[in-house]
C-alpha cells in the first residue's frame, strides 16, 4: 500500500499566486525530503526536515514538518514559471534506510 | 564539487540483451542507494550499498537484477536478460551517512528495452 499520500496529483496556477502542496504519511517519520524533477530529468534536492514542528526557507519556497511528523506542506509563494515542474516528497520511515516516495505532484505555472 | 554521474545517460537494449548501469556517487560520500521510476508510478527504492557491502536489497527483484559497490570505481547495476518491462528510469543517490542525511540524486539512467 501506499505509505506517502501527495495531494494535489496536479496543479496548475497563475504566475504570481501562492500554493501549497501536502504530503502525509501514515507512519512517523523520521526525515522528510523534497526534491523537484523536471519532466525527463534527475531530482534536484530542495529541504530535508527532521525535527517535529520544524520549517525551513529557501527563497520562495517554504517547508514544514508537523509536530507528530506525519505530515509535510511545501509553500511556494508567488510562483513564478521557473518554478514548474514535479514536486516529489521522500521519507525516512525506518531509520537509516532508503527513502520511500510519494507519486509526485505536478505544477504547472502559466503566465 | 561534482554531483553524482551516471552514465550511459539513455540506454537501448534489445530483449534478452544484459544492461550495465553506472552510477559515480558525490566526492566524499560511501553511501549508494539505486531507484527505479516506472512510467506512472513513482521512485520506488531497489538496493543500498556502502563500499564493498549490500546493505539493503530488498526492493530488488529476485532474478536477473543484482548491484554492486566495488572498492574502487563507480557502483554498477546490472540487469540481465532484459525484458520490455525493464523500461524505466534508474537513479541513484548517494550521502555521506546513512539515514538523517540528504540524499543527492544523479540524472538518472533511462533504459528502453525494444
Known amino acids: 500500500s501506499q505509505e506517502l499520500e501527495q495531494s494535489p496529483q496536479s496543479l496548475i496556477v497563475q504566475e504570481g499566486k501562492n500554493l501549497t502542496i501536502n504530503c502525509t504519511s501514515s507512519?512517523?517519520?523520521?526525515?522528510l525530503y523534497w526534491y523537484k524533477q523536471k519532466y525527463g530529468e534527475g531530482l534536484i534536492f530542495l529541504m530535508m526536515l527532521q525535527k517535529g514542528g520544524e520549517e525551513k526557507s529557501h527563497e520562495k519556497i517554504t517547508a514544514k514538518l508537523d509536530e507528530k511528523k506525519q505530515q509535510s506542506s511545501l509553500h511556494i509563494t508567488a510562483s513564478q514559471p521557473s518554478h514548474a515542474g514535479i514536486y516529489l516528497c521522500g521519507a525516512d520511515i525506518q531509520a537509516g534506510t532508503a527513502l520511500i516516495f510519494g507519486k509526485g505532484t505536478t505544477l504547472s505555472v502559466s503566465s | 564539487n561534482a554531483g553524482v554521474m551516471q552514465n550511459p545517460r539513455h540506454l537501448v537494449r534489445r530483449r534478452g540483451q544484459e544492461a550495465r548501469l553506472r552510477c559515480s556517487p558525490m566526492?566524499?560520500?560511501?553511501?549508494v542507494y539505486w531507484y527505479r521510476q516506472l512510467p506512472e508510478e513513482g521512485l520506488k527504492f531497489m538496493v543500498y550499498?556502502?563500499?564493498?557491502?549490500?546493505?539493503?536489497e530488498s526492493g530488488m527483484p529476485k532474478e536477473r537484477f543484482s548491484a554492486e559497490f566495488p572498492k574502487e570505481g563507480p557502483s554498477i547495476l546490472r540487469i540481465q536478460q532484459v525484458v520490455r518491462g525493464d523500461s524505466a528510469a534508474y537513479f541513484c543517490?548517494?550521502?555521506?551517512?546513512?539515514?538523517?542525511?540528504?540524499?543527492?540524486f544523479g540524472p538518472g539512467t533511462r533504459l528502453t528495452v525494444t
Open positions: 543517490a548517494s550521502s555521506s551517512s546513512a539515514g538523517w542525511y540528504e540524499q543527492y
Open positions: 550499498l556502502q563500499k564493498e557491502n549490500i546493505i539493503d
Open positions: 566526492k566524499g560520500h560511501s553511501h
Open positions: 507512519k512517523t517519520l523520521y526525515g
